[in-house]
């Protein structure tokens, strides 16, 4: 399986740069996994698709404000740092920009002085472990000194931190958002709950990544990247539960679908628990529990968009692809949503 296989030709205006005001006015284009059907909604409509005793499982992870623009304390030369993964305590696995800047033993300065990060050392991909050193809550201070770490493709500068929020993003720890979930407002979600169908929420703490293009030739040469993730026994049952009962589990985003696919055993059953998952789903894998899908557009030869075709076949996708271009979809974090059923 080559990557060239799920490339297409995506106009560079079609990259949505800012959300909507309203979250849930985007798009939806709704894709019929087995006759590969597509048709054309609006977000909200997503009600109809729903019914009693399904469940929708979302990942509650939080963005932080993961970017960091500091200087050197020796020379005052600028170093941008963007916080990956928190190692231990106050040492962090980072992306430092200009890399040669950044040896062993040197100290960045941010916010003049009121953090300090100390070069530890060199890990995997050229990422620098960095300790910081502060006075009061790590989390207040990346508050008042961090930006928002918005994808490559998008420059615009973003007016409000939130919007690269989810309305139930809760648990600290991601440098992405699990942006399908950006799409949903607290209304929505109270309707859906009210309709009969459950919300498991699990949590997946995206990395970096996520947006790291495939350089190899063959799909299957491709190592993921591995992200944190945690499922509550409680989160576990609803799934489970809906799974005996004959419901639908339908995952809001990638991440959602990496989770509990990493958390299954092998007759299906979501288990408790937490750890690492690199794993990689592309087309021929069998899904565990996932019966559909709520994402957004995809960047071409990009391991979501493989993902996607695992579910509903790299034909039907790329045609459906297609069709959003043809109708001016808006594509990626901010951009319209897509139901695989």
Not at 108 to 115: A, K, M, N, Q, R
Request: charged share 25%.
């Amino acid at each position: 399986m080559n990557v060239k296989d799920f490339y297409f030709d995506l106009p560079q205006e079609l990259i949505a740069q800012d959300p909507l005001e309203d979250r849930a006015s985007s798009r939806l284009l709704v894709l019929d996994k087995k006759t590969g059907e597509v048709t054309h909604r609006g977000f909200r409509d997503i009600l109809e698709y729903l019914k009693p005793g399904d469940c929708l499982v979302i990942n509650d992870t939080k963005v932080i404000p993961a970017r960091l623009f500091g200087v050197k304390e020796d020379t005052g030369a600028k170093i941008e740092v963007l916080l990956l993964k928190r190692r231990e305590n106050d040492i962090w696995e980072t992306l430092v920009k200009p890399g040669k800047k950044a040896k062993p033993g040197t100290r960045i300065v941010f916010g003049e002085g009121l953090l300090v990060g100390t070069v530890l050392e060199t890990v995997d991909d050229g990422n620098r472990l960095i300790q910081f050193s502060y006075e009061g809550i790590f989390e207040e201070i990346l508050d008042q000194l961090g930006q928002m770490p918005l994808p490559p493709y998008i420059t615009h500068q973003l007016k409000d931190k939130n919007r690269y929020q989810t309305v139930y993003a809760k648990h600290d720890g991601s440098a992405a958002a699990p942006t399908a979930g950006l799409h949903f407002t607290k209304e929505l979600l109270k309707q859906i709950e009210d309709m009969g169908v459950k919300i498991a929420h699990v949590t997946l703490h995206v990395g970096l990544g996520t947006f790291r293009p495939v350089k190899v030739e063959n799909v299957q040469d491709h190592h993921m990247h591995s992200e944190f993730y945690i499922v509550e026994e409680s989160e576990a049952k609803k799934v489970n539960d809906t799974k005996d009962a004959g419901g639908r589990v339908i995952c809001v985003g990638t991440t959602s679908c990496r989770t509990v696919e990493s958390a299954a055993d092998e007759n299906g059953r979501l288990k408790s628990g937490s750890g690492w998952t690199d794993i990689f789903i592309y087309p021929g894998y069998q899904f565990k529990i996932l019966d559909a899908l709520i994402t957004n557009f995809h960047l071409p030869e990009s391991t979501l968009v493989m993902l996607v075709s695992a579910l509903a076949g790299r034909e039907h996708v790329l045609a459906a692809y297609e069709e959003a271009i043809k109708e001016r979809y808006r594509f990626f974090s901010f951009g319209d949503a897509m139901l695989i059923l």
